[in-house]
């Protein structure tokens, strides 16, 4: 697999990229963001690996400006920054996984490998439909009655969430590990302050309220009443 590591360290960069190098993956390492952003929205690659850290542009700005160029390569954040407010920001820019360092090299491997084995968008369905609310995986754009509805980053990873669960109860714990890849509950209104915002654009203006609250048990998206 074709990787992009942004780290500024040299040390930790040459180890990084000998580990990916011996476990059979090809690396392009940058220490800066403007490299990165030119490599992550020219070439095509299977992850991304992004040190928030680092000079001039930071790594989370390197996020953001790859997602907002319609780059949907699954990104790993590494950094120092361990706090729970610190791992959300991460995965609102744009993140699908975040590893604080000190990190164990074998660890860092394993988590590229999954994120790697997920189907390219060009495979299976790349457009989803509820009743009048469409989503194009490939363009990574939502609208419901011809309307174009503006998400976030996070805002549409929970989105596309519950359209591939159309009907189904999705709950509180499926959303933090599937759409904020928290193998925990960090006692946070995460979820509730996203699918508060979610609700507005998606159902406001409209007759019939697309995304359900399921009393005790969590949240379904469905045309029916």
């Known amino acids: 697999m074709k990787i992009l590591l942004l780290e500024d360290d ?8 000998r580990s990916l190098t011996q476990a059979g993956h090809v690396v392009d390492a940058c220490s800066e963001g403007r490299e990165a952003i030119f490599h992550a929205t ?26 907002a160029a319609g780059v949907s390569t699954p990104v790993i954040f590494l950094t120092a920054m361990d706090g729970v407010d610190d791992r959300v920001e991460g995965l609102e820019a744009g993140g699908d996984d975040y590893l604080v360092k000190p990190f164990a090299m074998t ?16 495979e299976g369905l790349t457009m989803l439909r509820v009743g009048d609310l469409e989503l194009d995986r490939l363009k990574r754009t939502a609208t419901r009655a011809g309307q ?8 549409y990873k929970l989105l596309e969430y519950l359209m591939q669960h159309v009907g189904q109860i999705v709950t509180r714990t499926m959303l933090l590990e599937n759409v904020w890849s ?23 203006g409209f007759a019939t309220d697309l995304i359900h609250t399921v009393r005790g048990s969590g949240y379904r998206i469905d045309a029916g009443a």
């Open 10 to 17: 040299a040390a930790t960069r040459e180890h990084i990229v």
């Open 42 to 67: 020219g070439e095509t690659y299977g992850v991304l690996i992004v040190d928030r850290m680092v000079p001039a542009i930071d790594g989370l700005s390197v996020v953001k400006a790859v997602r």
């Open 107 to 122: 660890e860092l491997l394993a988590r590229v490998a999954v994120l790697g084995r997920r189907p390219p968008l060009g």
């Open 148 to 155: 174009r509805i503006e998400l976030q980053a996070q805002e």
């Open 182 to 204: 928290f193998h925990f509950d960090p006692r946070t209104n995460v979820i509730e302050s996203h699918m508060s915002r979610l609700r507005s654009k998606v159902d406001r």
